[in-house]
């Protein structure tokens, strides 16, 4: 039973690993965020031809103006895919890490019994707190994930209608917030199931 628990701790430190690798792409999505929404907000400004003023006598400059912008929303929206691509890798690695700790428990006939799950040795976890702490972080960061897709997609639709720029705010704050990874509990999960280390 000891060595299985040192089997899931391992499994648990390849998944703070990728909470780290997860935490870095967090600070490029929401950099990348910003600076599209701060594009996506010049959006109508630019669009008013009352805007430029003496400018307005140079030829095409505000359609140049705002096909320089889209081009560089682009950019930055095709850069904020290739991060959700990285997000996607790391929610797939999580999969890979909780199906292969499934198994460690054993199958079939092997399987513990609900005494088992909830045997503890020392300050030790149970096998219970393993697999619920692993199916819950797996759980988190897939939710995450999803939330991430969904306010990404909804920015080609507010570039698009500028005047529905106001959700911008709320989108990014959302992002920040990663409202389905609280800290507190991913802490709480670590420090029973490393409880020996820390104590």
């Known amino acids: 039973m000891d060595s299985i628990i040192k089997k899931y701790q391992q499994k648990f430190r390849k998944i703070k690993a990728e909470s780290s690798r997860w935490d870095e792409l967090q600070t490029r999505l929401t950099s990348q965020f910003s600076n599209a929404a701060a594009i996506i907000q010049r959006l109508q400004v630019i669009q008013d031809s009352g805007n430029y003023g003496i ?12 096909g320089k912008q889209m081009e560089s929303l682009q950019t930055i929206l095709l850069s904020m895919n290739n ?91 959302l992002l920040i917030d990663q409202p389905n990874i609280p800290r507190g509990e991913v802490q709480y999960i670590y420090d029973i199931i490393f409880a020996e280390e820390i104590s």
């Open 55 to 66: 400018l307005k006598c140079v030829e095409d400059i505000e359609d140049a103006i705002l």
């Open 83 to 173: 991060t959700l691509e990285e997000f996607r890798g790391v929610v797939s690695s999580l999969e890979k890490i909780v199906h292969e700790s499934g198994q460690l428990a054993g199958t079939g006939s092997s399987q513990p019994t609900a005494k088992q799950l909830r045997q503890r040795i020392g300050i030790k976890p149970c096998l219970e707190n393993c697999l619920d702490g692993l199916w819950l972080l797996e759980e988190m960061y897939q939710s995450e994930y999803l939330l991430k897709l969904s306010v990404v997609s909804a920015l080609p639709a507010i570039a698009l209608n500028p005047s529905a720029s106001a959700d911008l705010g709320a989108l990014q704050q």
